[in-house]
């Protein structure tokens, strides 16, 4: 059941949440022509997606601003949610997905830093987002990683913690912020929303 707080006036509040379940294929895998293979949502992904735009309509008319990560499956799922939120999202590769080895600590690994230069372009792009819209409330699609990205970012999470975190699909994190400052994180783990009243 979805709880309400009260919206207080020149805080900012994001709405992050992951996408729907998406199809593991070898063929997506396989195709090295794209940084960005075309994983689309599974059946139950879609079913998922439409599910999680119904539980978000009462917010429609309260979101100021709709980000997306321009991977398929996130895409997707911000296109459900979007027909109920009556708004379009804005696509962007700074929200793009990476991989979980970020969370050890396997500095000698190649791919390590590879990732890490996508995780600090991702808290970059966060920043930017809640500095050009302060006061007001936004709502962001995007993916497992990128989201424990933010979450140990802005709550100092240890990798121990980040690792144990299993941000599932659909799940929804609401956050509010003096600026670029976390004030409070209302929920993790959750598939119904915290409701914005005020």
Same mark, same amino acid.
């Given at each position: 059941?979805?709880?309400?707080?009260?919206?207080e006036?020149?805080?900012?509040?994001?709405?992050?949440? /992951?996408?729907?379940h998406?199809?593991?294929?070898?063929?997506?895998?396989?195709?090295?022509s794209?940084?960005?293979?075309?994983?689309?949502l599974?059946?139950?992904g879609?079913?998922?997606?439409?599910?999680l735009?119904?539980?978000?309509f009462?917010?429609?008319?309260?979101?100021?601003?709709?980000?997306? &990560? &321009?991977?398929k /499956?996130?895409?997707?799922?911000?296109?459900?949610?979007?027909?109920?939120?009556?708004? &379009?999202?804005?696509?962007?590769?700074?929200? #793009?997905e990476?991989?979980?080895?970020? #969370?050890?600590?396997?500095?000698y690994h190649? !791919? #390590?830093?590879k990732? #890490?230069?996508?995780h600090?372009?991702?808290?970059?792009a966060?920043?930017e987002?809640?500095?050009?819209h302060?006061g007001?409330?936004?709502?962001?699609?995007?993916?497992?990683?990128v989201?424990?990205?933010i979450l140990k970012n802005?709550?100092?999470?240890?990798l121990?913690?980040?690792?144990?975190?299993?941000?599932k699909n659909?799940y929804?994190?609401?956050?509010?912020f003096d600026g670029?400052?976390l004030? !409070?994180?209302?929920?993790i783990?959750?598939?119904n929303?915290?409701?914005?009243?005020?």
């Amino acid at each position: 059941m979805a709880k309400t707080i009260r919206r207080e006036k020149d805080k900012t509040y994001l709405y992050l949440i /992951r996408h729907a379940h998406f199809i593991l294929s070898p063929s997506a895998h396989s195709d090295h022509s794209s940084y960005n293979p075309p994983i689309p949502l599974s059946k139950k992904g879609n079913i998922e997606a439409k599910s999680l735009a119904k539980r978000l309509f009462p917010l429609r008319g309260k979101i100021d601003v709709f980000y997306c &990560s &321009s991977m398929k /499956r996130a895409n997707q799922t911000a296109k459900a949610i979007a027909k109920t939120l009556k708004m &379009s999202p804005i696509q962007t590769e700074n929200l #793009w997905e990476f991989n979980k080895l970020l #969370w050890t600590r396997k500095y000698y690994h190649p !791919k #390590w830093w590879k990732h #890490w230069i996508k995780h600090r372009r991702t808290i970059r792009a966060i920043d930017e987002i809640l500095r050009n819209h302060r006061g007001k409330v936004i709502l962001i699609v995007a993916h497992g990683n990128v989201i424990k990205g933010i979450l140990k970012n802005k709550q100092k999470l240890s990798l121990k913690k980040i690792r144990n975190l299993n941000y599932k699909n659909c799940y929804i994190t609401l956050m509010k912020f003096d600026g670029t400052r976390l004030e !409070k994180t209302y929920r993790i783990n959750a598939k119904n929303p915290y409701l914005l009243a005020g």
